[in-house]
């Protein structure tokens, strides 16, 4: 069993930057694959980047590529998401979540608002 809380969430203007984390308690955090994902009321959750255990592969939506970046540390069981140059469009609750196969695990989310 895999808890994920995520933090960082705010309010920032179309520009800046924002950095959101993903604390994971439980055992054998190496083996799971971590992923950010993002939905908008009314819209079907999308996902955002991923990262494997080992942390050899790393995945982004071509609409976040160049600007967002998807990290892990090992030591503190944390899964970062730094994003620069935000655009109003990336405004949503973004979810951190875990898995072997499949995403098993999710945090509650965190909301990013982007004012233009």
């Known amino acids: 069993q895999v808890q994920l809380v995520e933090s960082g969430g705010g309010l920032v203007q179309a520009g800046g930057s924002l950095r959101v984390s993903c604390a994971a308690s439980?055992?054998?955090?190496?083996?799971?694959?971590m992923g950010w994902f993002r939905q908008t009321p009314g819209k079907e959750r999308e996902f955002v980047a991923s990262?494997?255990?080992?942390?050899?592969?790393?995945i982004y939506a071509d609409s976040v590529k160049g600007r967002f970046t998807i990290s892990r540390d090992y030591a503190r069981n944390t899964v970062d998401l730094q994003m620069n140059n935000l655009k109003p469009e990336d405004t949503a609750v973004y979810y951190c979540?875990?898995?072997?196969?499949?995403?098993?695990?999710w945090g509650q989310g965190t909301q990013v608002t982007v004012s233009s």
């Open positions: 990262i494997t255990g080992s942390g050899s592969r790393i």
């Open positions: 439980g055992r054998s955090f190496s083996e799971y694959a």
């Open positions: 979540a875990a898995g072997r196969w499949s995403y098993d695990f």
